[in-house]
């Protein structure tokens, strides 16, 4: 497996990108690097310099939870964060859009895996304008002002807010789910046809398939214009599950060997005692 080929490092058009990659085994070799991811966030929880911030964005039905749950499942508890962010809050919308996103970013030491992310605020709010109307924003009166300008310009904020990150020690990997539309179809009927499955079902999620295209070109954009060497985008086929949490997986744990964590070694007084406190363990 190679990121090179996921990986967004020029001009891209979403349509030259597969939906669907199958890899022989996958659940199998999952299961491998996900005990590796676990060892390699063990040390670097100990050493406590770096966090990793994980982002996902997807069309609906793209397995953004299902693959939380399969790639990080062997990974400690205490060393992962996952965040769900869902229509801001009476709270959240007296803030910048960037407020509620800084104040759930993962600590030193850990992983945070953001289930829709701070690009939400370029995608869905492009495609659905009248929603930036409830962040009371100064010098915007009318759908005129929410133009390409106003949504770039929010993009270069969220670069210059993912430099900063990098900057002090955060590692940002940011993940496209590239779901066809034939596929997100077979979801959601699968949704409807299996009771257990029915919950997850939302009549919304019809309104919003109706604007595939729509949110297509938004998500061309955006990745055209916020994938950085230090925090880059990956476009993951999703239409395989097994294979897209492999290649997802396979490109954290890559870039997370890069770091050479090391654990912490005692200081000096309490190294030169670790035989007394044998001695004192032992004759209790």
């Not at 509620?100 to 829709?116: D, E, Q, W």
């Amino acid at each position: 497996m190679s990121k090179g080929n996921y990986k967004v490092e020029n001009t891209i058009k979403l349509a030259d990108y597969n939906t669907k990659a199958v890899i022989d085994d996958a659940e199998k070799k999952l299961k491998k690097i996900s005990k590796k991811l676990s060892k390699i966030q063990d040390t670097m929880y100990a050493e406590g310099k770096y966090s990793m911030l994980i982002c996902l964005q997807g069309m609906d039905t793209s397995g953004k939870d299902s693959l939380i749950r399969e790639v990080f499942k062997n990974v400690n508890a205490r060393g992962v964060e996952v965040h769900s962010f869902k229509v801001p809050t009476e709270l959240e919308l007296k803030h910048d859009f960037l407020w509620r996103h800084y104040i759930a970013l993962p600590s030193k030491g850990k992983i945070g895996v953001f289930n829709r992310t701070h690009y939400e605020n370029v995608l869905v709010t492009r495609v659905h304008p009248g929603y930036v109307f409830g962040e009371n924003i100064p010098n915007v009166n009318s759908l005129d002002d929410l133009n390409d300008e106003f949504y770039h310009n929010r993009m270069d904020r969220i670069n210059d807010f993912e430099k900063h990150l990098a900057e002090s020690g955060t590692i940002v990997l940011k993940f496209f789910l590239n779901l066809s539309k034939d596929e997100q179809k077979n979801r959601l009927l699968r949704r409807l046809n299996l009771p257990h499955k029915n919950w997850k079902f939302s009549a919304g999620d019809l309104k919003e398939r109706k604007l595939w295209d729509k949110y297509q070109f938004c998500y061309e954009d955006l990745l055209n214009r916020t994938s950085k060497e230090i925090a880059p985008w990956f476009v993951i086929p999703a239409d395989d599950k097994p294979t897209a949490r492999l290649l997802l997986a396979d490109i954290v744990l890559e870039e997370l060997k890069k770091y050479n964590f090391k654990e912490p070694t005692l200081p000096a007084k309490a190294l030169a005692q670790v035989e007394e406190f044998k001695n004192q363990l032992n004759n209790e």
